[in-house]
């Protein structure tokens, strides 16, 4: 498909469990962004890949949350030891240029993965 | 830090009818863009319309119109001509090249 994709679109974990939530970005799309969306609320910015670059993560709310995008395409955020309050829609978005270019580029989001954790 | 404000969580217009989205930011910067996204019911988030601070005229696109007050921080969204299908959450957003914030988002529904 053309669009951002994302596995597991839900994901229920027991606490202290780890988890790992899958983005496909648009082929081709430099930038990949990781949002928080706690159910009400309006996206939180976590991370930030230029290819493979993880150029910002000051988003990350522990270092429990780690994100990788090892060949500058698919990304895997990965949650260890999951607690109740990491439920949320976990949100990807890629844009075809990288920030900071001369002109800024629309970011396209996945569907987002549902993750509750009991 | 940059922040986005949007001071109506929720808001109701008739099918057909105009309403007007509020959105207020923070920044100082001077080259930033402003963006509008729609999350419907089904939670993909698409983009309505964009604006370059450094552009006067405000954006269009078909139905969709900004307000854009850059001196008062100020951008607000225009959806003419309500359809039902516009019922979903609105979000403003912000980018500086370095940054990328959402406001809180604004519920709106279409009624028939």
């Known amino acids: 498909g053309a669009g951002v994709s994302q596995s597991p679109r839900y994901k229920v974990a027991k606490r202290g469990q780890d988890v790992a939530l899958r983005c496909d970005p648009i082929?081709?799309?430099?930038?990949l962004f990781w949002y928080q969306q706690a159910l009400g609320q309006g996206p939180e910015f976590l991370t930030y890949?230029?290819?493979?670059?993880?150029?910002?993560k000051s988003g990350l709310p522990s270092d429990r949350f780690f994100a990788e995008r090892p060949e500058g395409s698919v990304s895997t955020l990965k949650i260890q030891r999951t607690q109740q309050e990491d439920s949320a829609v976990y949100l990807c978005?890629?844009?075809?240029?990288?920030?900071?270019?001369?002109?800024?580029?629309?970011?396209?989001f996945g569907p987002g993965t549902r993750l509750t954790v009991l | 830090a940059q922040t986005v404000t949007q001071s109506q969580p929720e808001m109701s217009v008739q099918e057909a009818e105009t309403v007007t989205l509020s959105c207020t930011y923070d920044?100082?910067?001077?080259?930033?863009?402003l963006f509008w996204y729609k999350q419907p019911p089904s939670r993909q988030m698409i983009l309505v319309i964009r604006?370059?601070?450094?552009?006067?005229q405000n954006a269009t696109e078909n139905r969709f119109s900004v307000n854009f007050q850059k001196a008062a921080k100020s951008f607000s969204l225009k959806i003419s001509d309500s359809q039902l299908g516009d019922t979903a959450m609105y979000f403003c957003a912000f980018e500086d090249g370095q940054n990328f914030v959402f406001g809180p988002g604004t519920r709106l529904s279409v009624l028939p």
């Open positions: 978005a890629s844009s075809l240029k990288g920030l900071g270019a001369p002109s800024t580029d629309t970011q396209y």
């Open positions: 920044t100082s910067e001077n080259n930033y863009y």
């Open positions: 890949f230029q290819n493979e670059a993880q150029l910002d």
């Open positions: 604006q370059e601070a450094y552009k006067q």
């Open positions: 082929s081709g799309h430099v930038s």
